[in-house]
């Protein structure tokens, strides 16, 4: 055989002007709130309102789906919200695939780079143009020493149009 157990009750507005002796539970049936009294304090505390800083950890909040980070992307006040892995890139600014899985030679080599870039940024651009062959061979300096050019290989043929 049960024992049923009956606590005072009423409205909130009936609460509120009411004194209870201290431990003495209070049901408020608008409000559904549990209220306990402390003998001195009209309309006691709210039982779920009195529950200490600190005393809640994140396991007794909720189980949260897999790859969800609690935070707020609203912009404003707001309570805490599962956010899924695009919202919380989106709030780091970082792209989809960024390159957060690759070596960092990976990432300094300059075959992976797109875009442009001026020479005066590169620390050793000249050391790179001098020892690229195809650079060197299609750049290179074309002299004339005495004697390299003779006659036959320069044309002859002037034309000052006609002398009257």
């Known amino acids: 055989m049960s024992i049923e157990v009956q606590l005072r009750r009423g409205t909130a ?3 509120s002007g009411f004194t209870g002796v201290e431990g003495e ?3 408020v049936t608008d409000t559904k709130e549990l209220v306990v009294h402390d003998g001195s304090t009209a309309g006691g505390t709210n039982v779920a309102a009195s529950v200490a800083d600190g005393s809640v950890t994140i396991a007794k ?3 949260i789906a897999a790859n969800t980070i609690l935070g707020n992307n609203t912009g404003s006040s707001s309570a805490i919200l599962e ?11 970082i792209a989809d695939g960024a390159t957060a899985n690759s070596s960092n030679a990976t990432l300094l080599a300059r075959a ?3 875009g442009t870039q ?4 590169i620390s050793d651009f000249d050391t790179e143009v001098a020892n690229n062959t195809t650079v060197a061979a299609n750049t290179s300096k074309v002299g004339l020493t005495n004697g390299s050019v003779n006659s036959d290989r320069l044309s002859t043929t002037l034309d000052f149009g ?3």
Request: hydrophobic share 35%; glycine share 0%; aromatic share 4%.
């Open 25 to 27: 539970l209070i049901y």
């Open 118 to 121: 001026t020479a005066s940024t």
């Open 13 to 15: 507005s009936q609460n």
């Open 112 to 114: 992976n780079h797109t």
């Open 61 to 63: 909040l909720e189980d």
């Open 83 to 93: 956010l899924t892995p695009a919202q919380v890139r989106t709030l780091l600014n």
């Open 162 to 164: 006609s002398i009257v």
